[in-house]
């Protein structure tokens, strides 16, 4: 019999596993798996127990949010073996299950996750660390893990713009030297973003209209320090309506990517806290990692 290691984190969302996970593990047993059942703890335990355990499993399932996601992918391509992994989506906003075509619905995707097909997705290197989908500095990256769970659940994705607009008046920029495919820019920047997703923070197309999950370079998208209201409007204008007609926002494809800042920046891997760092080094892992999908799902 085949063996699957289901690992989930039971206060994702609103817990909602709670009112599924028999039927959830009812799926995985009548598609041939011996299953075995792993609450996580706290942070970091899904990586630990993934990367220790997962060679010797057949498939490796997750359930949770972003973050549940991002342990799980890192445990995974430390554990010595291309095991694949079916996602179970259950956080607030799962921008990188919208991305790839995982259906919102806990039982539909548990299903898809044992009964699908591996789809090998990019995953990006970041200094010594892994992400699934999603490298931010600056406005608004820190509002998905100050933001309490409560909000998260009561407002969706109204609370990641509330929070980030309260902190407007005191949007800090960085001084970044940043290469890329040949090229060298040195500019203020207020946000930057490296992803291979097309939602991010629930807010879909920011990324553009041409993205490849298993293309082997990411979407960058770089936004200037605004130096007068007119140019604010701008930048604001041009997410809104989704429409890159201004000179305030670098955006370009690479496989890899450097940045160099004279002092140490926050930044966010998946929507969780990245460290501070003054040098980062991106690196676009092509097809790097087996996820399950629908096999009539196009991504």
Same mark, same amino acid.
């Given at each position: 019999?085949?063996?699957? %290691?289901?690992?989930?984190?039971?206060?994702?969302?609103?817990? %909602?596993?709670?009112?599924? %996970?028999?039927?959830?593990?009812?799926?995985?047993?009548?598609?041939?798996?011996?299953?075995?059942?792993?609450?996580?703890?706290?942070?970091?335990?899904?990586?630990?127990?993934?990367?220790?355990?997962?060679?010797?499993?057949?498939?490796?399932?997750?359930?949770?949010?972003?973050?549940? %996601?991002?342990?799980?992918?890192?445990?995974?391509?430390?554990?010595?073996?291309?095991?694949?992994?079916?996602?179970?989506?259950?956080?607030?906003?799962?921008?990188?299950?919208?991305?790839?075509?995982?259906?919102?619905?806990?039982?539909?995707?548990?299903?898809?996750?044992?009964?699908?097909?591996?789809?090998?997705?990019?995953?990006?290197?970041?200094?010594?660390?892994?992400?699934?989908?999603?490298?931010?500095?600056?406005?608004?990256?820190?509002?998905?893990?100050?933001?309490?769970?409560? =909000?998260?659940?009561?407002?969706?994705?109204?609370?990641?713009?509330?929070?980030?607009?309260?902190?407007?008046?005191?949007?800090?920029?960085? +001084?970044?030297?940043?290469?890329?495919?040949?090229?060298?820019?040195?500019?203020?920047?207020?946000?930057?973003?490296?992803?291979?997703?097309?939602?991010?923070?629930?807010?879909?197309?920011?990324?553009?209209?041409?993205?490849?999950?298993?293309?082997?370079?990411?979407?960058?998208? +770089?936004?200037?320090?605004?130096?007068?209201?007119?140019?604010?409007?701008?930048?604001?204008?041009?997410?809104?309506?989704?429409?890159?007609?201004?000179?305030?926002?670098?955006?370009?494809?690479?496989?890899?990517?450097?940045?160099?800042?004279?002092?140490?920046?926050? =930044?966010?891997?998946?929507?969780?806290?990245?460290?501070?760092?003054?040098?980062?080094?991106?690196?676009?892992?092509?097809?790097?990692?087996?996820?399950?999908?629908?096999?009539?799902?196009?991504?």
């Amino acid at each position: 019999m085949k063996k699957l %290691l289901f690992v989930f984190n039971p206060f994702s969302g609103k817990a %909602l596993i709670r009112n599924c %996970l028999l039927e959830i593990v009812d799926t995985m047993v009548k598609a041939d798996y011996e299953v075995t059942i792993y609450p996580t703890q706290c942070a970091g335990d899904a990586k630990e127990k993934v990367q220790r355990e997962a060679i010797g499993y057949d498939l490796v399932v997750c359930s949770g949010g972003d973050g549940t %996601l991002d342990e799980t992918v890192s445990g995974i391509m430390n554990c010595g073996k291309r095991v694949p992994l079916g996602y179970i989506p259950a956080g607030s906003t799962n921008d990188f299950a919208t991305s790839i075509g995982i259906p919102k619905d806990m039982e539909a995707a548990a299903f898809d996750a044992v009964n699908g097909e591996p789809f090998p997705c990019d995953i990006g290197r970041f200094n010594d660390t892994n992400f699934v989908y999603v490298a931010a500095f600056g406005l608004f990256t820190d509002v998905s893990y100050k933001t309490s769970q409560e =909000w998260k659940n009561v407002l969706g994705h109204a609370a990641y713009i509330l929070e980030g607009i309260k902190g407007l008046h005191e949007i800090p920029a960085f +001084l970044m030297q940043v290469e890329f495919n040949n090229c060298c820019i040195q500019d203020e920047f207020i946000y930057g973003m490296i992803t291979n997703s097309t939602s991010v923070g629930g807010f879909k197309g920011m990324t553009g209209t041409d993205v490849q999950l298993d293309d082997g370079v990411f979407e960058v998208t +770089l936004i200037k320090k605004p130096r007068n209201p007119i140019e604010l409007n701008e930048i604001i204008a041009s997410l809104v309506n989704l429409v890159d007609d201004t000179n305030m926002i670098y955006s370009f494809k690479t496989e890899h990517v450097k940045f160099t800042a004279k002092k140490e920046i926050p =930044w966010t891997l998946d929507g969780e806290y990245g460290g501070d760092h003054a040098e980062v080094e991106i690196e676009n892992l092509k097809q790097a990692v087996d996820i399950q999908v629908n096999k009539q799902q196009k991504i």
